[in-house]
């Protein structure tokens, strides 16, 4: 039997950056909002990838059953999930 090749992520680097207590504050309010890490809201961010807000337990519950309500199926919600 052949050995599978595990393919790896390149290693991480720590880097820092200057900002004041309010922006420290501001980003880590946006990444928890994201439901990601600072560093990796940082890292997005910079490469211009705008993160998107994660939807609350009742919100989702809301979406759901207003889409059941009105006999979307699965794929249709997915779709208007993914397009806000």
């Known amino acids: 039997m052949r050995k599978k090749k595990i393919k790896r992520k390149p290693p991480t680097e720590v880097h820092t950056y200057r ?3 309010e922006e420290l504050k501001q980003l880590q309010t946006l990444a928890k909002e994201c439901g ?7 890292v997005e961010t910079g490469l211009k990838h705008r993160p998107r807000m994660r939807l609350t337990k009742e919100e989702v519950d809301a979406l759901n059953s207003r889409h059941r309500k009105d006999g979307f199926d699965k794929n249709q919600q997915r779709t ?3 397009n806000g």
């Open 19 to 21: 900002c004041t207590k």
């Open 36 to 42: 990601i890490s600072l560093s990796r809201y940082v």
């Open 80 to 82: 208007i999930q993914e």
